[in-house]
Protein backbone atom coordinates (compact mmCIF):
# COMPACT_ATOMS: atom_id res chain seq x y z
CA UNK A 1 0.00 0.00 0.00
CA UNK A 2 1.14 3.57 -0.83
CA UNK A 3 1.79 6.04 2.25
CA UNK A 4 -1.63 8.24 0.34
CA UNK A 5 -3.16 5.27 0.24
CA UNK A 6 -2.22 3.70 3.92
CA UNK A 7 -2.83 7.53 5.07
CA UNK A 8 -6.60 7.66 3.54
CA UNK A 9 -7.34 4.22 4.82
CA UNK A 10 -6.80 5.20 8.44
CA UNK A 11 -8.42 8.69 7.99
CA UNK A 12 -11.99 9.56 10.22
CA UNK A 13 -13.71 10.58 7.76
CA UNK A 14 -16.55 13.31 8.14
CA UNK A 15 -19.58 12.38 6.15
CA UNK A 16 -20.70 16.09 5.94
CA UNK A 17 -24.37 15.31 4.30
CA UNK A 18 -25.89 11.87 4.92
CA UNK A 19 -29.09 10.25 6.30
CA UNK A 20 -30.30 7.28 8.51
CA UNK A 21 -29.72 3.86 7.78
CA UNK A 22 -33.34 1.56 8.06
CA UNK A 23 -34.48 0.15 10.98
CA UNK A 24 -36.49 -2.61 9.68
CA UNK A 25 -35.94 -5.81 8.26
CA UNK A 26 -36.32 -5.05 4.28
CA UNK A 27 -37.82 -6.87 1.76
CA UNK A 28 -36.08 -7.96 -1.53
CA UNK A 29 -38.23 -5.43 -3.38
CA UNK A 30 -37.75 -3.08 -0.73
CA UNK A 31 -34.02 -3.47 -0.62
CA UNK A 32 -34.10 -3.53 -4.28
CA UNK A 33 -35.72 0.18 -4.77
CA UNK A 34 -33.54 1.67 -1.93
CA UNK A 35 -30.26 0.17 -4.38
CA UNK A 36 -31.92 2.75 -7.10
CA UNK A 37 -32.21 6.26 -7.58
CA UNK A 38 -34.87 5.14 -10.21
CA UNK A 39 -38.50 2.92 -9.83
CA UNK A 40 -37.24 -0.45 -10.38
CA UNK A 41 -40.69 -2.59 -11.47
CA UNK A 42 -41.20 -5.85 -10.25
CA UNK A 43 -41.27 -8.37 -12.71
CA UNK A 44 -40.07 -6.46 -15.55
CA UNK A 45 -36.89 -8.46 -15.45
CA UNK A 46 -34.59 -5.88 -15.14
CA UNK A 47 -32.81 -6.33 -11.75
CA UNK A 48 -31.40 -2.78 -9.86
CA UNK A 49 -28.65 -4.93 -8.85
CA UNK A 50 -27.71 -4.88 -12.95
CA UNK A 51 -25.85 -1.80 -12.35
CA UNK A 52 -22.94 -0.32 -11.68
CA UNK A 53 -24.03 0.03 -7.50
CA UNK A 54 -25.45 -3.19 -7.76
CA UNK A 55 -22.32 -4.96 -8.35
CA UNK A 56 -20.04 -2.91 -5.99
CA UNK A 57 -22.41 -3.91 -3.36
CA UNK A 58 -21.75 -7.48 -4.85
CA UNK A 59 -18.06 -6.90 -4.59
CA UNK A 60 -17.52 -4.94 -1.42
CA UNK A 61 -20.65 -5.28 0.62
CA UNK A 62 -20.89 -9.12 0.73
CA UNK A 63 -17.97 -9.58 2.42
CA UNK A 64 -18.30 -7.86 5.84
CA UNK A 65 -21.28 -10.63 5.64
CA UNK A 66 -19.24 -13.39 5.27
CA UNK A 67 -19.96 -13.76 1.65
CA UNK A 68 -17.51 -14.33 -0.98
CA UNK A 69 -16.49 -11.51 -3.22
CA UNK A 70 -19.43 -10.91 -5.95
CA UNK A 71 -21.95 -12.80 -4.13
CA UNK A 72 -25.18 -13.54 -6.03
CA UNK A 73 -27.92 -10.99 -5.18
CA UNK A 74 -30.56 -13.64 -3.85
CA UNK A 75 -27.63 -15.04 -1.70
CA UNK A 76 -26.53 -11.05 -0.64
CA UNK A 77 -30.09 -11.01 0.46
CA UNK A 78 -30.95 -13.84 2.08
CA UNK A 79 -27.38 -13.25 4.31
CA UNK A 80 -29.11 -9.82 5.08
CA UNK A 81 -32.34 -11.33 6.13
CA UNK A 82 -30.64 -14.17 8.20
CA UNK A 83 -27.97 -11.33 10.17
CA UNK A 84 -31.00 -8.75 10.66
CA UNK A 85 -30.87 -4.99 10.13
CA UNK A 86 -29.25 -4.17 13.49
CA UNK A 87 -26.28 -5.86 12.65
CA UNK A 88 -25.96 -5.25 9.03
CA UNK A 89 -26.36 -1.81 10.11
CA UNK A 90 -23.79 -1.98 12.78
CA UNK A 91 -21.13 -4.26 10.36
CA UNK A 92 -21.39 -1.38 7.33
CA UNK A 93 -21.48 1.49 9.72
CA UNK A 94 -18.30 0.77 11.59
CA UNK A 95 -17.01 -0.52 7.95
CA UNK A 96 -17.10 3.23 7.27
CA UNK A 97 -14.53 3.97 9.83
CA UNK A 98 -16.00 8.20 9.78
CA UNK A 99 -15.25 10.01 12.65
CA UNK A 100 -18.54 11.85 12.22
CA UNK A 101 -21.52 12.12 10.48
CA UNK A 102 -23.85 15.20 9.34
CA UNK A 103 -27.42 13.86 9.52
CA UNK A 104 -30.23 15.16 7.40
CA UNK A 105 -33.13 14.26 9.24
CA UNK A 106 -35.78 16.52 7.07
CA UNK A 107 -36.67 13.27 4.94
CA UNK A 108 -37.76 10.14 6.45
CA UNK A 109 -41.02 8.48 4.68
CA UNK A 110 -39.47 5.02 6.72
CA UNK A 111 -38.49 4.34 9.86
CA UNK A 112 -34.31 5.31 10.00
CA UNK A 113 -31.91 5.94 12.63
CA UNK A 114 -31.75 9.19 14.65
CA UNK A 115 -28.26 10.60 14.61
CA UNK A 116 -27.51 9.43 17.70
CA UNK A 117 -28.68 5.57 17.32
CA UNK A 118 -26.27 6.09 14.07
CA UNK A 119 -23.49 7.53 15.85
CA UNK A 120 -24.20 4.92 18.33
CA UNK A 121 -23.81 1.61 15.32
CA UNK A 122 -20.61 3.56 13.70
CA UNK A 123 -18.89 4.11 16.79
CA UNK A 124 -18.47 7.76 15.69
CA UNK A 125 -19.79 11.04 16.59
CA UNK A 126 -23.50 12.39 14.67
CA UNK A 127 -24.57 15.87 14.58
CA UNK A 128 -27.74 17.37 12.78
CA UNK A 129 -28.69 19.19 9.93
CA UNK A 130 -32.19 20.49 9.77
CA UNK A 131 -33.80 20.62 5.73
CA UNK A 132 -36.01 23.86 5.59
CA UNK A 133 -38.77 22.70 3.55
CA UNK A 134 -39.79 20.31 6.18
CA UNK A 135 -39.41 23.26 9.15
CA UNK A 136 -41.94 25.86 6.12
CA UNK A 137 -44.53 22.66 5.39
CA UNK A 138 -44.82 22.05 9.40
CA UNK A 139 -45.96 25.59 9.97
CA UNK A 140 -47.97 25.58 6.95
CA UNK A 141 -49.42 22.40 8.44
CA UNK A 142 -49.93 23.33 11.96
CA UNK A 143 -51.75 26.62 10.34
CA UNK A 144 -50.89 30.11 10.03
CA UNK A 145 -52.18 33.70 8.65
CA UNK A 146 -50.39 34.53 5.18
CA UNK A 147 -49.39 37.60 6.61
CA UNK A 148 -47.69 35.74 9.36
CA UNK A 149 -46.01 33.23 7.43
CA UNK A 150 -42.60 35.02 6.96
CA UNK A 151 -41.67 35.54 10.65
CA UNK A 152 -43.50 32.09 11.77
CA UNK A 153 -41.57 30.32 9.10
CA UNK A 154 -38.64 31.92 10.48
CA UNK A 155 -39.11 31.63 14.21
CA UNK A 156 -39.30 28.11 13.60
CA UNK A 157 -36.17 27.43 11.47
CA UNK A 158 -34.53 29.03 14.07
CA UNK A 159 -35.93 27.09 16.98
CA UNK A 160 -34.91 24.15 14.95
CA UNK A 161 -31.29 24.78 14.64
CA UNK A 162 -31.06 25.85 17.98
CA UNK A 163 -31.10 22.44 18.86
CA UNK A 164 -28.15 21.12 20.33
CA UNK A 165 -25.98 19.05 17.67
CA UNK A 166 -27.05 20.71 14.78
CA UNK A 167 -24.68 22.52 12.39
CA UNK A 168 -26.28 23.29 9.45
CA UNK A 169 -29.35 23.88 7.21
CA UNK A 170 -30.41 22.27 3.80
CA UNK A 171 -32.63 23.01 1.03
CA UNK A 172 -33.80 20.63 -1.74
CA UNK A 173 -35.24 24.37 -3.39
CA UNK A 174 -33.34 21.85 -6.89
CA UNK A 175 -36.47 19.47 -6.34
CA UNK A 176 -38.98 21.96 -6.02
CA UNK A 177 -38.14 24.95 -8.30
CA UNK A 178 -34.91 24.40 -9.49
CA UNK A 179 -32.55 26.97 -9.44
CA UNK A 180 -33.45 29.01 -12.59
CA UNK A 181 -34.80 31.70 -9.80
CA UNK A 182 -34.94 35.41 -9.58
CA UNK A 183 -31.77 35.57 -7.69
CA UNK A 184 -33.41 38.68 -5.31
CA UNK A 185 -34.91 38.36 -2.02
CA UNK A 186 -38.70 38.79 -2.60
CA UNK A 187 -40.63 41.98 -0.84
CA UNK A 188 -43.16 41.03 1.98
CA UNK A 189 -46.29 41.96 -0.16
CA UNK A 190 -44.67 38.92 -2.52
CA UNK A 191 -44.35 36.69 0.18
CA UNK A 192 -47.68 36.90 1.74
CA UNK A 193 -49.62 36.96 -1.69
CA UNK A 194 -47.54 33.48 -2.34
CA UNK A 195 -48.11 31.88 1.05
CA UNK A 196 -51.97 32.99 0.95
CA UNK A 197 -51.90 30.83 -2.55
CA UNK A 198 -50.14 27.24 -0.92
CA UNK A 199 -51.97 27.74 2.52
CA UNK A 200 -55.25 27.51 0.35
CA UNK A 201 -54.07 25.03 -2.06
CA UNK A 202 -51.65 22.72 0.33
CA UNK A 203 -49.60 20.03 -0.34
CA UNK A 204 -45.31 20.45 -0.80
CA UNK A 205 -43.46 24.12 -0.68
CA UNK A 206 -42.92 24.60 -4.42
CA UNK A 207 -43.84 28.08 -5.11
CA UNK A 208 -41.42 29.91 -6.43
CA UNK A 209 -42.02 33.14 -4.26
CA UNK A 210 -41.59 30.77 -1.33
CA UNK A 211 -38.61 28.76 -2.15
CA UNK A 212 -36.79 32.29 -2.80
CA UNK A 213 -37.78 33.71 0.81
CA UNK A 214 -36.75 30.28 2.21
CA UNK A 215 -32.80 30.40 0.70
CA UNK A 216 -33.11 33.84 1.99
CA UNK A 217 -34.29 32.88 5.56
CA UNK A 218 -31.26 30.12 5.14
CA UNK A 219 -28.78 33.24 4.77
CA UNK A 220 -30.56 34.56 7.45
CA UNK A 221 -30.02 32.43 10.16
CA UNK A 222 -25.97 31.88 9.74
CA UNK A 223 -25.39 28.43 9.47
CA UNK A 224 -23.46 26.46 6.51
CA UNK A 225 -26.41 26.05 4.12
CA UNK A 226 -25.93 22.42 2.08
CA UNK A 227 -28.17 22.57 -1.23
CA UNK A 228 -28.67 19.44 -3.43
CA UNK A 229 -27.57 19.43 -6.88
CA UNK A 230 -27.39 17.25 -9.72
CA UNK A 231 -28.06 13.77 -9.19
CA UNK A 232 -31.18 12.58 -7.85
CA UNK A 233 -34.63 10.78 -8.28
CA UNK A 234 -36.84 11.00 -10.47
CA UNK A 235 -38.94 13.71 -8.61
CA UNK A 236 -35.91 16.12 -10.03
CA UNK A 237 -35.26 17.74 -13.11
CA UNK A 238 -31.76 17.35 -14.22
CA UNK A 239 -30.76 20.03 -16.12
CA UNK A 240 -32.81 22.84 -13.52
CA UNK A 241 -30.48 21.50 -10.64
CA UNK A 242 -27.27 22.72 -12.59
CA UNK A 243 -25.59 24.43 -9.49
CA UNK A 244 -24.24 27.42 -12.54
CA UNK A 245 -27.78 28.27 -12.14
CA UNK A 246 -26.64 29.74 -8.75
CA UNK A 247 -24.47 32.18 -9.98
CA UNK A 248 -26.14 35.27 -9.13
CA UNK A 249 -27.59 34.11 -6.36
CA UNK A 250 -23.87 33.33 -5.27
CA UNK A 251 -23.37 37.18 -6.36
CA UNK A 252 -26.14 38.26 -3.98
CA UNK A 253 -25.00 36.32 -1.46
CA UNK A 254 -21.00 37.13 -1.06
CA UNK A 255 -19.65 37.45 2.36
CA UNK A 256 -22.72 35.79 3.80
CA UNK A 257 -22.80 32.05 4.65
CA UNK A 258 -20.89 28.76 3.13
CA UNK A 259 -22.87 27.51 0.47
CA UNK A 260 -22.46 23.66 0.48
CA UNK A 261 -23.01 21.76 -3.17
CA UNK A 262 -23.84 18.68 -2.52
CA UNK A 263 -23.59 15.62 -5.08
CA UNK A 264 -23.37 17.96 -8.42
CA UNK A 265 -22.70 14.97 -10.73
CA UNK A 266 -23.02 15.43 -13.32
CA UNK A 267 -22.14 18.70 -13.42
CA UNK A 268 -18.77 18.71 -10.86
CA UNK A 269 -16.64 20.88 -13.49
CA UNK A 270 -19.41 23.64 -13.06
CA UNK A 271 -19.72 23.51 -9.47
CA UNK A 272 -15.37 23.08 -9.17
CA UNK A 273 -16.29 26.53 -11.23
CA UNK A 274 -18.44 28.07 -8.95
CA UNK A 275 -16.13 26.80 -5.85
CA UNK A 276 -12.76 28.29 -7.09
CA UNK A 277 -14.76 31.89 -7.91
CA UNK A 278 -16.61 32.68 -4.71
CA UNK A 279 -15.27 32.55 -1.49
CA UNK A 280 -18.15 31.16 0.19
CA UNK A 281 -18.79 27.82 -2.16
CA UNK A 282 -17.68 24.39 -1.10
CA UNK A 283 -18.95 20.96 -2.94
CA UNK A 284 -18.96 17.67 -2.42
CA UNK A 285 -19.51 14.02 -5.02
CA UNK A 286 -21.63 12.54 -2.54
CA UNK A 287 -24.04 9.89 -3.84
CA UNK A 288 -22.63 9.97 -7.24
CA UNK A 289 -19.41 8.26 -5.64
CA UNK A 290 -21.72 4.68 -5.03
CA UNK A 291 -23.77 5.17 -8.03
CA UNK A 292 -20.41 5.09 -9.98
CA UNK A 293 -18.66 2.37 -8.01
CA UNK A 294 -14.79 2.23 -6.80
CA UNK A 295 -14.14 1.69 -10.85
CA UNK A 296 -15.32 5.23 -11.65
CA UNK A 297 -14.78 7.12 -8.66
CA UNK A 298 -11.91 8.36 -9.43
CA UNK A 299 -12.38 9.75 -12.43
CA UNK A 300 -15.56 11.88 -10.94
CA UNK A 301 -13.22 12.97 -7.98
CA UNK A 302 -10.93 14.09 -10.58
CA UNK A 303 -12.94 16.16 -12.71
CA UNK A 304 -14.36 17.68 -9.40
CA UNK A 305 -10.30 18.76 -8.57
CA UNK A 306 -9.53 20.02 -11.64
CA UNK A 307 -10.17 23.35 -10.62
CA UNK A 308 -11.36 23.32 -7.17
CA UNK A 309 -9.10 24.47 -4.34
CA UNK A 310 -7.82 22.04 -2.38
CA UNK A 311 -9.90 23.63 0.93
CA UNK A 312 -13.23 23.62 -0.99
CA UNK A 313 -13.80 20.11 -1.30
CA UNK A 314 -15.59 17.76 1.20
CA UNK A 315 -16.43 14.28 1.39
CA UNK A 316 -19.72 13.05 1.72
CA UNK A 317 -21.76 9.68 1.28
CA UNK A 318 -25.33 11.33 1.18
CA UNK A 319 -25.92 7.28 2.08
CA UNK A 320 -29.64 7.16 2.61
CA UNK A 321 -31.60 4.10 4.32
CA UNK A 322 -29.01 1.40 3.34
CA UNK A 323 -26.13 1.68 5.51
CA UNK A 324 -24.32 -0.40 2.19
CA UNK A 325 -24.09 3.30 1.13
CA UNK A 326 -22.41 4.84 4.45
CA UNK A 327 -19.55 1.90 3.54
CA UNK A 328 -19.57 2.10 0.03
CA UNK A 329 -19.43 6.08 0.02
CA UNK A 330 -16.14 5.99 1.92
CA UNK A 331 -14.30 3.27 0.29
CA UNK A 332 -14.85 5.22 -2.89
CA UNK A 333 -13.73 8.27 -1.77
CA UNK A 334 -10.97 6.65 0.03
CA UNK A 335 -9.56 4.43 -2.97
CA UNK A 336 -10.28 6.94 -5.65
CA UNK A 337 -8.77 9.98 -4.21
CA UNK A 338 -5.73 7.53 -3.11
CA UNK A 339 -5.14 6.32 -6.48
CA UNK A 340 -5.14 10.03 -8.14
CA UNK A 341 -2.78 11.54 -5.23
CA UNK A 342 -0.64 8.78 -5.48
CA UNK A 343 -0.49 9.16 -9.79
CA UNK A 344 0.24 12.87 -9.03
CA UNK A 345 2.95 12.32 -6.27
CA UNK A 346 4.40 9.29 -8.53
CA UNK A 347 5.15 11.82 -11.78
CA UNK A 348 6.22 14.78 -9.16
CA UNK A 349 3.09 17.07 -9.38
CA UNK A 350 2.83 16.57 -6.00
CA UNK A 351 5.08 16.38 -3.31
CA UNK A 352 3.80 13.21 -0.86
CA UNK A 353 3.37 15.87 2.50
CA UNK A 354 1.32 18.17 -0.15
CA UNK A 355 -0.79 15.07 -1.53
CA UNK A 356 -1.33 13.48 2.76
CA UNK A 357 -2.50 17.03 3.50
CA UNK A 358 -4.55 17.22 0.48
CA UNK A 359 -6.37 13.89 1.77
CA UNK A 360 -6.71 14.97 5.34
CA UNK A 361 -8.60 18.48 4.26
CA UNK A 362 -11.00 16.67 1.93
CA UNK A 363 -11.47 14.04 3.91
CA UNK A 364 -11.97 15.61 7.49
CA UNK A 365 -10.59 19.21 8.06
CA UNK A 366 -12.18 21.47 5.87
CA UNK A 367 -16.00 19.66 7.37
CA UNK A 368 -14.74 20.17 11.00
CA UNK A 369 -13.30 24.12 10.27
CA UNK A 370 -16.57 24.67 8.28
CA UNK A 371 -19.06 22.91 10.64
CA UNK A 372 -17.31 24.34 13.66
CA UNK A 373 -17.09 20.01 15.04
CA UNK A 374 -14.21 19.50 17.59
CA UNK A 375 -12.77 16.36 17.34
CA UNK A 376 -13.55 16.05 20.83
CA UNK A 377 -17.53 16.31 21.17
CA UNK A 378 -19.67 14.18 22.72
CA UNK A 379 -21.83 11.70 20.63
CA UNK A 380 -25.95 13.64 21.19
CA UNK A 381 -28.06 11.76 22.49
ZN1 LIG B 1 -29.18 13.68 0.95
Redesign the pocket.
Known sequence: MSAVQEALAALPLVDH???GAVTAQLAPAEFASLLTEGEPRPGSGISPFDTPVGVAVRRHCAPLLDLPRHAPAADYLARRTALGWAEVNRRFLSAAAAGAFCV?TG?APRPLTSPAELARAAGATAYEVVRLETVAETVAREGVEPGEYAGVFRAAAERAVRRPGVVAVKSVAAYRTGFALDPARPADAEVTAAARRWLAAGGPLTDPVLVRQLLWTAVDLGLPLQL?TGFGDADLRLHRADPALLTDWLRLTRGTVPVLL?HCWPYQRNAAYLAAVFEHVYLDVG?ALHHAGPARARAILEEALEITPFRKLLYSS?A?ALAEFHHLGALCFRQGLAALLKDRVDADELSLPDALLIAAWTGQDNARRLYGLSASDPTND
Open positions: HCHDYHLLDY
